[in-house]
């Protein structure tokens, strides 16, 4: 029964790590893909 429950413990934590990476990549394309688009607007200045 304990097993079960640190398995179970176990598995959400890995899936909530994952998650947050996910979560983290996404952030971070948006912010390159803004820097990106800033700077073609500059070249295109």
Known sequence: MVNEVLIFLRIGIQ???ENIED???YEEDKIQKKYYLGSFAQLIA
Request: charged letters at 65%; proline letters at 0%; aromatic letters at 34%.
């Open 23 to 25: 979560f983290y990549k």
């Open 15 to 17: 899936e909530e790590k």
